[in-house]
């Protein structure tokens, strides 16, 4: 069983910038492709990027593209999320997430991490 954990997260002030930083144990992960999904306050859960085993393909939200860039390091297991440029509305729980295919629907992840809070203030 994979277990995921997120880190990086914190308060910042609008246009600022934070590294979200995934690491997976097993040793599997570079067959899986790995995504960031979101979830604010009284909203669902919604899709950030995606990355495929290889990094060579990824996925962005348009809420978050030219932003935000996702990548992955095989050998240190480990996906992070570079945010840029950030605002009010991306405060939110960060989590990451693992999917045997590249993929942006939530239903096509498996496995879960806890989250890492997001702040941002104007």
């Known amino acids: 069983q994979v277990q995921l954990v997120e880190s990086g997260g914190g308060l910042v002030q609008a246009g600022d910038s934070l590294r979200l930083s995934c690491a997976a144990s097993?040793?599997?992960?570079?067959?899986?492709?790995m995504g960031w999904f979101r979830q604010a306050p009284g909203q669902e859960r919604e899709f950030v990027a995606a990355?495929?085993?290889?990094?060579?393909?990824?996925y962005y939200a348009e809420s978050v593209k030219g932003r935000f860039t996702i990548s992955r390091d095989n050998a240190k297991k480990t996906v992070v999320l570079q945010m840029n440029t950030l605002q009010p509305e991306d405060t939110a729980v960060y989590y990451c997430?693992?999917?045997?295919?590249?993929?942006?629907?939530?239903?096509?992840?498996?496995?879960w991490g806890q989250g890492t809070q997001v702040t941002v203030s104007s």
């Open positions: 097993g040793r599997t992960f570079s067959s899986y492709a």
């Open positions: 990355i495929s085993w290889s990094g060579g393909t990824t």
């Open positions: 997430a693992r999917s045997v295919n590249l993929r942006r629907e939530i239903g096509q992840y498996d496995s």
